[in-house]
């Protein structure tokens, strides 16, 4: 069973464009959304993270959007660069206990010059 | 990196045979975690572990066991191993939990059973 749905599974954008990646998620009892970036040959490294107490965060070019009627969260990056050029995993967890996260498929996106 | 090596990085092994992967930190966090990572599925929570011999299962955990004998070590061992389960692994350490949960990952490891 797949608690998070990731989509796009690949996205092309052109540089300076922006990236749009979509997460959904089942379980009401989530309460923290991450947002991973992985390089190629690389570990996942946390991007941006949100809590649902609020339904936009911004950290530079990165913005997560939240909606929790809809139990959906987006990354959105503004003014992509090839350096953007990565694999997105969005997932999600429960803050209490061992605070296990579910991961999204994954999202290959690819900046063009 | 949050002091988190791995090791061996690159392992090809036969059907059948026992595979140990060990995850190393360098900074006594209690929370420990070991992923896979497939294509079209993610990162899939295998075991984790809250402190010394205190461990349990993830998502994904049949055929893997695993042990945590030193707050720095937490191992990851394939009995048997089989061609389902060639793969790459990822440690995570949790450095602030309760505060945050961001984890941090390790460098991977790359196991193709063949």
């Known amino acids: 069973q797949q608690q998070v749905k990731q989509s796009p599974q690949s996205l092309i954008v052109q540089k300076g464009g922006i990236s749009i990646i979509n997460c959904a998620y089942e379980?009401?009892?989530?309460?923290?959304f991450p947002w991973y970036q992985q390089f190629p040959g690389k570990g996942p490294a946390l991007l941006i993270a949100?809590?649902?107490?609020?339904s936009e965060k911004k950290e530079g070019r990165f913005t997560i959007s939240f909606n929790k009627s809809a139990k959906q969260f987006s990354l959105h990056i503004m003014d992509s660069q090839p350096g953007d050029s990565a694999t997105y995993f969005c997932a999600a967890s429960i803050n209490q206990g061992a605070q296990k996260l579910v991961f999204g498929q994954g999202t290959r996106l690819t900046i063009n010059p | 990196d949050a002091g988190i090596t791995q090791s061996p990085r690159h392992k090809v092994t036969e059907t059948g045979t026992p595979v140990t992967l060990r995850c190393h930190q360098t900074e006594n966090h209690r929370y420990m975690y070991w992923y896979r990572q497939d294509p079209g599925h993610g990162l899939r929570l295998i075991h984790y572990?809250?402190?010394?011999?205190?461990?349990d299962k993830g998502e994904v955990s049949d055929g893997y066991s695993v042990s945590r004998s030193k707050t720095e070590d937490f191992l990851l061992t394939l009995e048997s191993a089989t061609s389902s389960q060639t793969s790459v692994y990822f440690c995570a350490i949790s450095v602030r939990p309760h505060f945050d949960n961001e984890q941090f990952f390790g460098p991977g490891t790359r196991l193709t059973v063949l």
């Open positions: 572990s809250y402190g010394v011999k205190d461990t």
């Open positions: 949100i809590r649902p107490d609020v």
């Open positions: 379980n009401t009892a989530f309460d923290y």
